[in-house]
């Protein structure tokens, strides 16, 4: 199993429309949770952490599933402006970046 | 101006050539990176330094070395390129007292390819 697993899509998805992908992990010891967002040719960004408790940020809700090690990302409502590639990150280590593992991401296409 | 700039932006070499890849930021991390990007992969990491005087080896460093020359600055070279050392380059910095250890500010990118 890879260490950070993401279908790679593309997702085409209607405007407006509610979209959710997964990405699993394999090391059950990791800690820490992100999803980035990164554009065609840019810099990824921090979309947002992902606590267990599950989390929302606007249009956005990411969840923990640590028994069955996976973590989703939900966008409600989607946006021409939402199409990107969301990066999965975990990190199996606390306290520093240089444990975390990027998945390859998943593309997503909003259509007008 | 951007937080971590990177230089050059786009740098087309040859096989064999010596190639240095700067970083400089304005965030005043401590803790500096660099990754590389290759499609349909995810991000590795190259190098990393928590300060001036701490240089580390990431996932892939065979290849390439690392200067840290200020805790503004941490440059990527190539001593002798290869092709398959083609690839898009990101600097990254965090700071576990604000932005929190895992967050990364990534600079824009640097696109190599070696001919």
């Known amino acids: 199993r890879k260490e950070v697993e993401q279908d790679p899509g593309p997702f085409n998805v209607p405007e407006g429309a509610t979209v959710a992908f997964n990405c699993t992990y394999s090391n059950s010891a990791s800690q820490s949770f992100f999803w980035y967002r990164q554009d065609c040719r840019k810099e990824p960004k921090l979309l947002m952490s992902v606590y267990s408790s599950g989390n929302e940020d606007g249009r956005f809700t990411a969840q923990l599933n640590r028994a069955s090690q996976y973590i989703s990302l939900l966008i409600r409502d989607s946006k021409l402006s939402d199409s990107a590639t969301y990066l999965c990150v975990v990190n199996k280590i606390w306290g520093g970046a240089d444990g975390l593992t990027f998945g390859k991401g998943t593309h997503l296409i909003i259509q007008p | ?115």
């Open chain 2, 1 to 115: 101006d951007a937080d971590v700039t990177q230089t050059p932006r786009n740098r087309i070499t040859k096989t064999g050539k010596r190639i240095m890849l700067e970083c400089s930021q304005t965030k005043g991390h401590d803790r500096m990176y660099w990754y590389r990007q290759d499609p349909g992969l995810g991000l590795r990491l190259i190098y990393y330094s928590f300060d001036v005087k701490d240089i580390n080896k990431g996932e892939i460093s065979d290849g390439y070395s690392v200067s840290r020359q200020a805790q503004a600055k941490f440059s990527l070279s190539l001593e002798s390129a290869i092709p398959n050392q083609t690839a898009l380059y990101f600097c990254a910095t965090s700071d576990p007292q604000t932005t929190g250890a895992n967050v990364l500010t990534f600079g824009a990118g640097s696109r190599l390819t070696v001919l």
